[in-house]
């Protein structure tokens, strides 16, 4: 094993839904293949997410073969939804701002409003090649990203997981942790690096792909709920912002973006190019 490897992928089909962790996957432009195409918006259109609704957690999203996803949930019975027929455009409101999407069937909303309790609905990013751009302060011509926050790829390491874990357990609240990576939803897990090494990854390759490192990750109350239960603590905020505060980000992880698409494996080695 080299020294520094991928650990684990994650591929999370419906926006802050559980997800998959497949041995290899291929990454696209705008984020591995299949990641975060879909998502749950209310009756304004607004994208519905762990921060409105922490049950969201609880329910997971397994990719099926052209697109589609298999939906199942605590209590609710199990769904196959598959990619709507091309058809009107919805746009649905992503942190302020418009995003075209096509609404799925009718038996998607139907389960998402009986699980959440409110009216919801699910929606499809038909291309995410054209669809939404990455942050214009951040981004070169043409890079877009598909329905996840903010870019294509979140990559975090083992290592300032652990160091995190032992703040936590040295602070006032040390029986919230130790936190599981699972909170910070990454796409990828790097295995070997020194704590907070990713902060200045600007060039990485892995197999065939090669990503660009953009800006830290900023963190919100998702990284407070638990993924198992969906109940909110305090961590690991209350240590970000002790220990990790960037500007205005209380920071884990670094953004990526795919200069060179291709597909990523468990285990292969993470090479620093800048």
Excluded at 47 to 55: D, G, L, P, S
Excluded at 80 to 89: A, D, Y
Excluded at 116 to 136: F, Q, S, T
Excluded at 158 to 175: H, K, V, Y
Aim: proline share 9%; charged share 25%; with cysteine.
């Amino acid at each position: 094993m080299p020294n520094l490897y991928v650990h684990s992928l994650h591929v999370h089909p419906v926006k802050s839904l559980a997800g998959t962790a497949p041995d290899e996957a291929f990454v696209e432009p705008w984020g591995p293949a299949g990641d975060r195409r879909w998502a749950v918006v209310d009756t304004e259109g607004a994208v519905i997410t762990q921060r409105q609704q922490a049950r969201l957690a609880l329910a997971s999203a397994r990719p099926l073969d052209g697109g589609g996803v298999a939906l199942s949930a605590p209590g609710m019975p199990d769904l196959v939804v598959e990619v709507p027929e091309p058809g009107p455009l919805e746009p649905v409101v992503l942190f302020g701002k418009k995003v075209e999407t096509v609404v799925a069937a009718s038996a998607a909303a139907d389960w998402f409003s009986a699980y959440l309790g409110v009216p919801a609905r699910l929606v499809h990013m038909d291309d995410p090649a054209v669809r939404r751009p990455v942050d214009p302060r951040y981004a070169l011509p043409g890079e877009t990203v598909s329905l996840a926050d903010g870019y294509p790829l979140l990559a975090a390491t083992l290592a300032s997981l652990d160091a995190l874990n032992t703040w936590i357990a040295e602070g006032d609240d040390p029986q919230e942790g130790p936190l599981p990576m699972n909170r910070f939803r990454p796409n990828l897990v790097v295995a070997g690096a020194e704590a907070w090494a990713e902060d200045h990854w600007r060039r990485i390759a892995i197999g065939d792909a090669v990503f660009r490192g953009v800006r830290e990750c900023g963190r919100c109350v998702v990284t407070t709920t638990d993924q198992a239960t969906a109940e909110r603590g305090r961590e690991p905020l209350k240590t970000l912002a002790k220990h990790r505060r960037i500007g205005k980000s209380l920071a884990f992880g670094r953004q990526l973006v795919p200069v060179t698409p291709g597909t990523v494996r468990v285990g292969d080695e993470v090479r620093i190019l800048e």
